[in-house]
C-alpha cells in the first residue's frame, strides 16, 4: 500500500504542476475565494481520482499478462511523448498556450455565471472546469494504469494528496510562480518518471 501511495503521490504532484487544471485553479483564485476555489478544484480532482481508480480496477480484471504489458507500454510511451515535448519547448518560463487556454475556459465560465457569485456557485464552476480540463488527461490514464497493477487505496490516497498538494499551491501563489514555472522543465521531469515507473512495472511484472 506505501508503494502504491506514494507512486500516485510523486506521479500526480509532478504531472499536474503547471498543467491546464493548475492555472485554472490560479486564475480562478484571483477572482474569488481562495477557500472556494480549493474546495471545488480538490473535489473535482478527487473525484476524477475515484473514477479513475475504478475504471483501473475493473482492468485488474483482465488476463495478468495483458495489464502487466500495458502498464510497460503506457508509462514508457508517456514518458518518451513528454521528453520530445520537453526538447521542443523553448527554455523559457511558462506555456502560454496552457496559460491562454486557462484564461479562455475560466472567462466563458464567468461569463456564464453571470451575477450569480454565490459561495455554492464558485464551488460548482470550479468543480466543472477542472473536472472537464481533467478529463483525458495523461495523468486520468496514468491513474487508471497505477490502480490496475497497484493497491487501489494507496493509489486513491496518493493521487487525492497530490491532487490537493498542487491545488494548494496554485490558490494560493498561482500569481507569483506563474512567470516564474518552467514548463520544459516539468515536463522533462515528468517524463523522466513516466519511464522511470514503466521500469518498475516490467520489474515488477517479472
Known sequence: MLTAFTAGLLL???SELGDKTFFIAAILSMQH????????????????????????????????????????????????????EASKMPASTCATEV????????????????????????????????????????????????????????????????????AAIAVIGGRMLAGRISERILTFVGGCLFIVFGIVAAIEGA
Open 99 to 166: 496559460v491562454e487556454e486557462a484564461k479562455d475556459a475560466v472567462a466563458k465560465a464567468e461569463k456564464q455565471l453571470g451575477n450569480q457569485k454565490t459561495s455554492w456557485a464558485i464551488i460548482l464552476e470550479a468543480f466543472l472546469l477542472t473536472f472537464m480540463a481533467e478529463w483525458g488527461d495523461r495523468t486520468q490514464f496514468a491513474t487508471i494504469a497505477l490502480a490496475a497493477g497497484k493497491n487501489p487505496i494507496g493509489v486513491t490516497i496518493g493521487a487525492i494528496l497530490g491532487h490537493a498538494i498542487c
Open 12 to 14: 500526480i504532484t509532478i
Open 33 to 84: 475565494s481562495r477557500r472556494l476555489v480549493f474546495t471545488g478544484v480538490t473535489a473535482a480532482l478527487a473525484a476524477m481520482t475515484i473514477l479513475s481508480v475504478v475504471l483501473g480496477q475493473a482492468a485488474s480484471l483482465l488476463p495478468k499478462i495483458y495489464i502487466y504489458y500495458a502498464e510497460i507500454v503506457l508509462f514508457t510511451a508517456f514518458g518518451i511523448k513528454l521528453l520530445y
